[in-house]
């Protein structure tokens, strides 16, 4: 069974559109998956504009991968390292607790995601 950073079975991050490394709309890791695509996030149009200027284009479509392109507020299966260093620049955009995977923990304080948690789509936790 797979778990959240709360320690319970991790949720659906989100199936519009499909994310996850393996396209299955959780955020799991596994073989392959170098980037650990573990932490569900809700987008900003800053966290976009950031991740673009650090070289990874998360707005516009990429086919060959499946990838939609992401407009402010779609949700999606972000590497940890892309969070943490959004955190770091004070960009970090939301998470949903329950579909971030434990091992997220290896890499960022669950206070830091606490911090940055939603509850519900657009609902953040205090």
């Known amino acids: 069974m797979r778990t959240n950073v709360l ?21 799991r890791t596994g073989p392959g998956d170098v980037g650990l695509h573990t932490v569900c996030v809700q987008v900003t149009a800053e966290f976009l504009r950031f991740s673009q200027l ?3 284009d998360l707005s516009n479509p990429v086919p060959e991968f499946e990838f939609p392109g992401l407009q402010p507020g779609d949700r999606w299966c972000l590497c940890v390292t892309r969070w943490k260093e959004a ?3 004070g960009v970090a955009p939301a998470v949903c607790l329950s579909a971030t995977h434990e091992s997220a923990l290896e890499w960022v304080d669950l206070a830091d995601l606490k911090a940055h948690a939603l509850d519900e789509p657009g ?4």
Request: charged fraction near 20%; aromatic fraction near 10%.
């Open 7 to 27: 320690g319970t079975p991790l949720i659906c991050c989100c199936r519009q559109p499909m994310t996850g490394f393996y396209r299955d709309g959780y955020c």
């Open 123 to 126: 609902e953040v936790i205090e």
């Open 54 to 56: 650090a070289g990874n």
């Open 87 to 89: 955190l770091d620049a």
